[in-house]
């Protein structure tokens, strides 16, 4: 029987040399530099992109709300488009393209003023032959004894000015006879543009001052005509229709003779005299409807004699308003010359 007291051999341990330790700890602490260096990698890596993605967006892209309480923005382009159309409603409630017809009927007017030597038909004829000719609706009017309305546009604006200028020269009428046009200051009627730039009668112009009748006016319609005239204004001078010293002034008066003549109201007269100013004078009155417009009032909504006074309508009156709105661009109009 074995001794129960004998001892067991012990088993062997075997402990790595130094040098295996010191191998594997070098091979983790590469490892985790590896990993640190890995890791730093992408961190600057993620801030280059974050710096690019920041650069591009500040400079790319401008990050608006769908939609909005304020007014959509305009662009240079629409606000240009707008303010053309704006303009040419401005112009159409001024000159309408259809011309504005005139309360009077003109008849054989044109036909009487050329048999009394006030308009010359070979010297008007050639006026117009320079300027195209005249066509047959201006034909009719100085020859032909049925004419109808008077209709005015911008095409046939001056023609009428001429032939309104012949009436109001040659018809008769106080106005012309002991209004300022004698005055003694000026040195004769017949130094006024009014009397010597007519070129287009037979014989001295001043044989023909007030020495026709044409028309003849009741007391009631001469007052009429007194008093709207002197309520008119035209913006080449500072005068009155009732001082008709420019051809302007002149058709004006001879206009507002026929009006009265064949029963027209006050209000009509200054209604149609505004209306027939504004194609005279396109730039003025389409100046002053931008006035009007740019305090909020409406061209067919504004006093008519209010407009045609001094304030508006005279060349001083115009030169303030000129001086508050920028002018139109010019449309032409406003000569003083046949």
């Given at each position: 029987m074995e001794d129960q007291n004998e001892q067991k051999p012990q088993e062997n341990i075997t402990?790595?040399?130094?040098?295996?330790?010191?191998?594997?700890?070098?091979e983790i602490e590469a490892k985790r530099e590896?990993?640190?260096?890995?890791f730093w990698k992408w961190v600057a890596i993620g801030f280059i992109v974050v710096f690019a993605m920041n650069l591009l967006f500040e400079i790319s892209i401008t990050i608006k709300p769908r939609f909005s309480s304020s007014a959509p923005r305009v662009t240079a382009q629409y606000q240009s488009t707008a303010a053309q159309a704006s303009e040419a409603a401005l112009d159409e409630s001024v000159?309408?393209?259809?011309?504005?017809?005139?309360?009077v009927r003109w008849g054989d007017l044109g036909k009487q003023m050329i048999d009394a030597g006030v308009i010359d038909g070979a010297k008007f004829e050639a006026v117009y032959a320079q300027r195209g000719g005249l066509d047959e609706n201006a034909k009719q009017l100085l020859y032909?004894?049925?004419?109808?309305?008077?209709?005015?546009?911008?095409?046939?604006?001056?023609?009428?000015?001429?032939l309104l200028w012949a009436l109001?020269?040659?018809?008769?009428?106080?106005?012309?006879?002991?209004?300022?046009?004698?005055d003694k200051q000026y040195g004769g009627a017949d130094r006024f543009a009014s009397t010597g730039g007519w070129t287009l009668a037979k014989g001295n112009v001043m044989n023909h001052y007030s020495m026709h009748t044409f028309m003849t006016l009741t007391p009631e319609q001469q007052a009429l005509v007194t008093r709207v005239s002197q309520n008119i204004y035209r913006p080449c001078c500072g005068n009155s229709v009732y001082f008709p010293d420019c051809n302007h002034g002149m058709a004006m008066l001879g206009l507002l003779e026929l009006m009265a003549s064949q029963g027209a109201t006050e209000q009509q007269m200054y209604t149609t005299a505004l209306a027939v100013n504004a194609y005279w004078f396109p730039d003025t009155y389409t100046t002053i409807a931008k006035y009007f417009a740019k305090r909020g009032g409406a061209w067919a909504q504004i006093n008519p004699k209010e407009v045609l006074?001094?304030?508006?309508?005279?060349?001083?009156?115009y030169q303030q308003i000129r001086a508050e709105v920028e002018p139109v661009?010019?449309?032409?109009?406003?000569?003083c010359g046949v």
């Amino acid at each position: 029987m074995e001794d129960q007291n004998e001892q067991k051999p012990q088993e062997n341990i075997t402990i790595p040399p130094t040098e295996n330790l010191l191998s594997v700890a070098g091979e983790i602490e590469a490892k985790r530099e590896t990993v640190k260096a890995k890791f730093w990698k992408w961190v600057a890596i993620g801030f280059i992109v974050v710096f690019a993605m920041n650069l591009l967006f500040e400079i790319s892209i401008t990050i608006k709300p769908r939609f909005s309480s304020s007014a959509p923005r305009v662009t240079a382009q629409y606000q240009s488009t707008a303010a053309q159309a704006s303009e040419a409603a401005l112009d159409e409630s001024v000159l309408p393209s259809a011309g504005v017809a005139l309360p009077v009927r003109w008849g054989d007017l044109g036909k009487q003023m050329i048999d009394a030597g006030v308009i010359d038909g070979a010297k008007f004829e050639a006026v117009y032959a320079q300027r195209g000719g005249l066509d047959e609706n201006a034909k009719q009017l100085l020859y032909d004894a049925s004419n109808g309305a008077l209709v005015i546009t911008e095409q046939n604006s001056g023609l009428l000015l001429n032939l309104l200028w012949a009436l109001g020269l040659g018809n008769k009428n106080e106005i012309l006879e002991k209004g300022p046009m004698t005055d003694k200051q000026y040195g004769g009627a017949d130094r006024f543009a009014s009397t010597g730039g007519w070129t287009l009668a037979k014989g001295n112009v001043m044989n023909h001052y007030s020495m026709h009748t044409f028309m003849t006016l009741t007391p009631e319609q001469q007052a009429l005509v007194t008093r709207v005239s002197q309520n008119i204004y035209r913006p080449c001078c500072g005068n009155s229709v009732y001082f008709p010293d420019c051809n302007h002034g002149m058709a004006m008066l001879g206009l507002l003779e026929l009006m009265a003549s064949q029963g027209a109201t006050e209000q009509q007269m200054y209604t149609t005299a505004l209306a027939v100013n504004a194609y005279w004078f396109p730039d003025t009155y389409t100046t002053i409807a931008k006035y009007f417009a740019k305090r909020g009032g409406a061209w067919a909504q504004i006093n008519p004699k209010e407009v045609l006074g001094s304030a508006y309508s005279s060349a001083q009156g115009y030169q303030q308003i000129r001086a508050e709105v920028e002018p139109v661009q010019q449309k032409g109009g406003g000569g003083c010359g046949v």
